[in-house]
């Protein structure tokens, strides 16, 4: 019979990015025993690709920002979906957060006072993302990565998560097995969180590296935790679309914050032409008031290539669409004529490597070509705005897998500081609740020996499919028709192509070892991508609107019923995904001033923001 | 479009041996791209180990032709590829299974560096330029791949009084932080083993953050540790006035990794 390993913690912590070691700090300091399981080697995760910043309204720039400006600008870009009160927790304690890594080492770059530097970024009213260059993720994560090992982590390197354990409705722990070795690991816990990411690998082209395959959704929806706004899904504006083997790959927004600009094959800034009638009198009108903002004029209005994700990649997609588009199906996002070489070098250094390297282009000399790639996902597993509890007891979820503050539509550089404000918060509630357990829990035995079976099972299956064809195939198919534009019929017709690849997930075949085998680690993945893909789609479908990440060819405009409401996405006892329509929680009086406000002006008259 | 052989070792740390891969492949593309689709289409078990696609997470070193790189940085148009191209495992550690090494030595060598200490009651005010020369150190993606050529590490095996250029280079960013006090030259003396150093800066060639990690980091702190204990007059003026960093914290890093 198949052994295995056990090991027991107060708090295990699924994941290994911003999210997940910041949890794990805070449960140390809560003086839980903590275990950490990450599908990489520690400081790989998907963190570490992270470029612009993290947002945070210090004020060290313009001493005007502060949380409430952030607070609005935050709901504004969401469509207003957001969850008010994670927003506001978010706000208001990021700043802090910032302050914390300085304190733990991180070096970001500096004001010419010697402060904390911030810089512009799309949505934001402000300069408000503390960075080190285009390589802020790498900081995040090296930064908790050192003060992690310094508190003592125990980590359990190039281990992934199969299933979820439950025992009389609460979490208890995971079972596991080391990709290394492929021995199987039984971790008996008493909270867990996940912290594992998002689910860019459902799309064909994604900025999103091999681990974002969206375990922690599927995970915890397999144990009945609710999802929501699963239908949001940020398509970044700018990836990489040449040669065809980068495509995809992120080229920061940071391009834009530093002055770049999107012109089409005409030679065209179209952004001018774009701007939402919810965003009027907020931008430039004119080239002119643009290069003055560049310039530093405070009284002019900011670039329209500084609007949302969502509205730039839109306005990218229907130029290509028209007819305007670079040789290689995306537009032109130039730097190269609006600032020095060296100045590019020094604030964009990984972008200018990456386009010498990958793309023979030299940044400082040419426009790069971009496009549309999937980036982030906005819904997620359903928290508690102050715990990140899940619905299921014991479980909670923090960053990326976490869904609510981010609504309808992220900014760039609230993901960051997401994982370090929420990190810490399902970190301390996890190791309260452990803390209060008592008793004895049972891991079930016959369910884990009927897992490792299962997770086996494609070594005995000769006559099952190749993973990596079923792979292509769901990624594909998933672009095509649950992509960045919907329409209802293509959606249909993907929940059928699903129900099919679900089947067919069970039916696949491996060969070779166990000890790190990528084709068996597919047949994995795959059962979980199916399950999400499922719950995207659904909800997509569901809602009959254009918001946010979620834009519909069938229904264009926002609808002000949708505007009321969540979609929850729940597992039923005999497994079938369900959408439910849920009111949006009413948000307090005064927040709702700070968040309705026209203008900054208004907002500066009313709330004294 | 044009065929190229991929000659890539396939075995465990008990030895193994090269196998061909003739596959298709398309402009643009780098190494990883081919050992993903040798993955795909013919050998569903080729252990590889990467993540970004993107050299920021460091991931995928290995040696393609008998250099050090970044499958995922190194362009099949920059290889002869009339010929096979060999690819083979980061020779300085351990292969658990055809690509991937087990690097976890790195992780444990790093304990002995003690963590960030900051001046009690700072301002936490720092200049741009005291912080250019640490923010250089700061880029390392610890792809191990300065490990992986160090002869010292790689020749010699000298893993236990040695903590190679990786972690030279950490140690470094924690000694020139502007606002750290803590005192690592005796650590950097001993079980640091710095002095095995005779800087041939086969690190800082391969190293795909382009850090100077000879002249920046090594250099420096090999000067440091000869003012701290070789210096005859600086030594006399220390008994008398006292060491400029004390080493007042204490030592941690007890954590256990697996």
Same mark, same amino acid.
């Not at chain 1, 995306?330 to 609006?338: H, Q």
């Not at chain 1, 919907?486 to 089947?503: P, T, V």
């Not at chain 2, 300065?146 to 010699?156: D, F, G, T």
């Not at chain 2, 960093?245 to 204490?250: R, Y």
């Given at each position: 019979?198949?052994?295995?390993?056990?090991?027991?913690?107060?708090?295990?912590?699924?994941?290994?990015?911003?999210?997940?070691?910041?949890?794990?700090?805070?449960?140390?300091?809560?003086?839980?025993?903590?275990?950490?399981?990450?599908?990489?080697?520690?400081?790989?995760?998907?963190?570490?690709?992270?470029?612009?910043?993290?947002?945070?309204?210090?004020?060290?720039?313009?001493?005007?920002?502060?949380?409430?400006?952030?607070?609005?600008?935050?709901?504004?870009?969401?469509?207003?979906?957001?969850?008010?009160?994670?927003?506001? *927790?978010?706000?208001?304690?990021?700043?802090?957060?910032? +302050?914390?890594?300085?304190?733990?080492?991180?070096?970001?770059?500096?004001?010419?006072?010697?402060?904390?530097?911030?810089?512009?970024?799309?949505?934001?009213?402000?300069?408000?993302?503390?960075?080190?260059?285009?390589?802020?993720?790498?900081?995040?994560?090296?930064?908790?990565?050192?003060? &992690?090992?310094?508190?003592?982590?125990?980590?359990?390197?190039?281990?992934? @998560?199969?299933?979820?354990?439950?025992?009389?409705?609460?979490?208890?722990?995971?079972?596991?097995?080391?990709?290394?070795?492929?021995?199987?690991?039984?971790?008996?816990?008493?909270?867990?969180?996940?912290?594992?990411?998002?689910?860019?690998?459902?799309?064909?082209?994604?900025?999103?590296?091999? %681990?974002?395959?969206?375990?922690?959704?599927?995970?915890?929806?397999?144990?009945?935790?609710?999802?929501?706004?699963? %239908?949001?899904?940020?398509?970044?504006?700018?990836?990489?679309?040449?040669?065809?083997?980068?495509?995809?790959?992120?080229?920061?927004?940071?391009?834009?914050?530093?002055?770049?600009?999107?012109?089409?094959?005409?030679?065209?800034?179209?952004?001018?032409?774009?701007?939402?009638?919810?965003?009027?009198?907020?931008?430039?009108?004119?080239?002119?008031?643009?290069?003055?903002?560049?310039?530093?004029?405070?009284?002019?209005?900011?670039?329209?290539?500084?609007?949302? +994700?969502?509205?730039?990649?839109?306005?990218?997609?229907?130029?290509?669409?028209?007819? +305007?588009?670079?040789?290689?199906?995306?537009?032109?996002?130039?730097?190269?004529?609006?600032?020095?070489?060296?100045?590019?070098?020094?604030?964009?250094?990984?972008?200018?490597?990456?386009?010498?390297?990958?793309?023979?282009?030299?940044?400082?000399?040419?426009?790069? %070509?971009?496009?549309?790639?999937?980036?982030?996902?906005?819904?997620?597993? +359903?928290?508690?705005?102050?715990?990140?509890?899940? *619905?299921?007891?014991?479980?909670?979820?923090?960053?990326?897998?976490?869904?609510?503050?981010?609504?309808?539509?992220?900014?760039?550089?609230?993901?960051?500081?997401?994982?370090?404000?929420?990190?810490?918060?399902?970190?301390?509630?996890?190791?309260?609740?452990?803390?209060?357990?008592?008793?004895?829990?049972?891991?079930?035995?016959?369910?884990?020996? &009927?897992?490792?079976?299962?997770?086996?099972?494609?070594?005995?299956?000769?006559?099952?499919? *190749?993973?990596?064809?079923?792979?292509?195939?769901?990624?594909?198919?998933?672009?095509?028709?649950?992509?960045?534009?919907?329409?209802?019929?293509?959606?249909?017709?993907?929940?059928? @192509?699903?129900?099919?690849?679900?089947?067919?997930?069970?039916?696949?075949?491996?060969?070779?070892?166990?000890?790190?085998?990528?084709?068996?680690?597919?047949?994995?993945?795959?059962?979980?991508?199916?399950? @999400?893909?499922?719950?995207?789609?659904?909800?997509?479908?569901?809602?009959?609107?254009?918001?946010?990440?979620?834009?519909?060819?069938?229904?264009?405009?926002?609808?002000?019923?949708? &505007?009321?409401?969540?979609?929850?996405?729940?597992?039923?006892?005999?497994?079938?995904?369900?959408?439910?329509?849920?009111?949006?929680?009413?948000?307090?009086?005064?927040?709702?001033?700070?968040?309705?406000?026209?203008?900054?002006?208004?907002?500066?008259?009313?709330?004294?923001? | 479009?044009?065929?190229?052989?991929?000659?890539?070792?396939?075995?465990?740390?008990? !030895?193994?041996?090269?196998?061909?891969?003739?596959?298709?492949?398309?402009?643009?593309?780098?190494?990883?791209?081919?050992?993903?689709?040798?993955?795909?289409?013919?050998?569903?078990?080729?252990?590889?180990?990467?993540?970004?696609?993107?050299?920021?997470?460091?991931?995928?070193?290995?040696?393609?032709?008998?250099?050090?790189?970044?499958?995922?940085?190194?362009?099949?148009?920059?290889? $002869?590829?009339?010929?096979?191209?060999?690819?083979?495992?980061?020779?300085?550690?351990?292969?658990?299974?055809?690509?991937?090494?087990?690097?976890?030595?790195?992780?444990?060598?790093?304990?002995?560096?003690?963590?960030?200490?900051?001046?009690?009651?700072?301002?936490?005010?720092?200049?741009?330029?005291?912080?250019?020369?640490?923010?250089?150190?700061?880029?390392?993606?610890?792809?191990?791949?300065?490990?992986?050529?160090?002869?010292?590490?790689?020749?010699?095996?000298?893993?236990?009084?040695?903590?190679?250029?990786?972690?030279?280079?950490?140690?470094?960013?924690?000694?020139?932080?502007?606002? $750290?006090?803590?005192?690592?030259?005796?650590?950097?003396?001993?079980?640091?083993?710095?002095?095995?150093?005779?800087?041939?800066?086969?690190?800082?060639?391969?190293?795909?953050?382009?850090?100077?990690?000879?002249?920046?980091?090594?250099?420096?702190?090999?000067?440091?540790?000869?003012?701290?204990?070789?210096?005859?007059?600086? !030594?006399?003026?220390?008994?008398?006035?006292?060491?400029?960093?004390?080493?007042?914290?204490?030592?941690?890093?007890?954590?256990?990794? $697996?």
């Amino acid at each position: 019979m198949e052994s295995y390993t056990i090991h027991d913690y107060d708090v295990l912590v699924i994941g290994a990015g911003g999210a997940g070691l910041r949890a794990a700090i805070a449960a140390i300091e809560q003086g839980a025993r903590v275990g950490v399981v990450t599908k990489s080697l520690l400081g790989k995760a998907h963190t570490v690709m992270a470029e612009g910043g993290m947002a945070a309204a210090m004020g060290n720039v313009r001493p005007e920002d502060n949380w409430k400006v952030h607070f609005r600008d935050t709901l504004k870009g969401g469509g207003m979906l957001n969850n008010w009160k994670m927003v506001m *927790n978010y706000t208001k304690e990021a700043p802090d957060r910032v +302050r914390e890594l300085e304190r733990w080492g991180a070096v970001f770059d500096r004001t010419p006072d010697g402060r904390i530097n911030q810089r512009n970024f799309g949505g934001h009213s402000y300069p408000r993302l503390a960075h080190v260059g285009d390589r802020t993720g790498l900081e995040l994560i090296r930064t908790l990565q050192d003060h &992690a090992v310094k508190m003592g982590i125990h980590a359990h390197m190039e281990t992934t @998560i199969y299933r979820l354990l439950t025992d009389a409705g609460r979490v208890v722990g995971a079972l596991g097995f080391n990709r290394q070795t492929g021995e199987f690991l039984v971790f008996r816990a008493k909270a867990v969180v996940l912290a594992t990411g998002g689910l860019g690998r459902i799309y064909q082209i994604t900025s999103n590296s091999w %681990e974002c395959t969206g375990d922690g959704f599927s995970l915890a929806s397999m144990v009945g935790a609710d999802l929501i706004d699963m %239908e949001f899904i940020q398509f970044h504006p700018t990836g990489m679309v040449w040669p065809p083997s980068v495509m995809g790959i992120l080229v920061t927004e940071g391009v834009r914050g530093e002055g770049g600009v999107l012109k089409n094959s005409e030679g065209k800034r179209f952004m001018f032409d774009n701007v939402p009638e919810r965003y009027k009198g907020e931008f430039a009108e004119t080239e002119e008031e643009a290069e003055r903002w560049l310039q530093g004029d405070r009284n002019a209005r900011r670039p329209p290539e500084l609007l949302t +994700r969502d509205v730039v990649a839109r306005a990218i997609r229907k130029e290509v669409n028209e007819g +305007r588009g670079s040789p290689h199906g995306g537009v032109y996002l130039d730097i190269a004529s609006r600032r020095p070489a060296d100045y590019i070098k020094k604030k964009l250094p990984s972008m200018y490597h990456q386009f010498m390297k990958l793309g023979n282009l030299d940044i400082t000399k040419e426009p790069m %070509e971009v496009g549309p790639t999937c980036h982030y996902v906005m819904g997620g597993v +359903r928290v508690d705005p102050d715990t990140q509890a899940t *619905n299921v007891p014991g479980l909670y979820a923090a960053g990326e897998v976490a869904g609510g503050l981010h609504g309808a539509n992220r900014l760039g550089g609230n993901s960051l500081s997401d994982l370090v404000v929420f990190g810490r918060r399902a970190g301390m509630a996890a190791a309260e609740y452990a803390a209060k357990q008592s008793g004895s829990y049972q891991v079930d035995e016959a369910q884990v020996r &009927a897992y490792i079976a299962e997770a086996l099972q494609p070594f005995n299956n000769p006559q099952g499919e *190749n993973p990596f064809a079923l792979m292509k195939e769901l990624r594909a198919t998933m672009q095509k028709n649950a992509g960045i534009m919907r329409e209802e019929g293509e959606l249909k017709a993907q929940l059928e @192509i699903l129900a099919n690849l679900k089947k067919r997930a069970w039916n696949t075949s491996v060969s070779g070892s166990r000890a790190y085998n990528p084709g068996w680690h597919t047949a994995l993945d795959i059962r979980l991508m199916v399950e @999400i893909s499922e719950a995207v789609v659904l909800a997509a479908l569901a809602r009959k609107e254009s918001r946010g990440g979620h834009a519909r060819l069938d229904y264009p405009d926002p609808d002000p019923t949708f &505007a009321k409401i969540n979609h929850i996405i729940r597992r039923s006892s005999d497994g079938t995904l369900t959408v439910v329509a849920e009111p949006l929680p009413e948000m307090p009086e005064e927040l709702r001033k700070i968040a309705e406000a026209k203008d900054l002006k208004e907002l500066s008259d009313k709330v004294g923001a | 479009m044009s065929t190229v052989t991929f000659r890539v070792f396939r075995g465990d740390r008990n !030895g193994g041996e090269l196998k061909d891969y003739t596959i298709e492949v398309q402009e643009g593309m780098v190494v990883l791209d081919a050992i993903h689709q040798i993955q795909a289409e013919q050998a569903p078990d080729l252990a590889c180990r990467w993540n970004c696609k993107a050299g920021k997470c460091g991931s995928c070193g290995a040696e393609v032709n008998g250099k050090p790189t970044l499958m995922c940085m190194t362009r099949l148009d920059t290889l $002869d590829t009339s010929k096979p191209v060999t690819v083979r495992p980061m020779k300085t550690f351990p292969v658990i299974r055809d690509l991937a090494t087990d690097v976890k030595w790195n992780y444990e060598a790093n304990k002995k560096i003690k963590p960030f200490t900051p001046a009690p009651n700072t301002d936490w005010i720092m200049f741009q330029e005291d912080v250019d020369r640490v923010q250089e150190f700061r880029k390392c993606i610890e792809c191990f791949l300065c490990q992986n050529v160090c002869h010292v590490l790689r020749e010699h095996d000298e893993k236990t009084g040695f903590i190679g250029p990786r972690l030279l280079v950490r140690t470094a960013s924690l000694e020139m932080h502007p606002l $750290d006090v803590e005192n690592r030259l005796d650590m950097l003396k001993n079980e640091g083993g710095i002095g095995y150093c005779n800087i041939t800066k086969c690190c800082t060639e391969v190293c795909p953050e382009h850090i100077h990690i000879t002249d920046n980091a090594i250099i420096p702190l090999k000067e440091r540790v000869v003012d701290e204990y070789y210096d005859p007059i600086l !030594g006399f003026f220390r008994r008398l006035f006292g060491s400029k960093k004390q080493t007042q914290a204490p030592s941690s890093g007890q954590a256990a990794d $697996d």
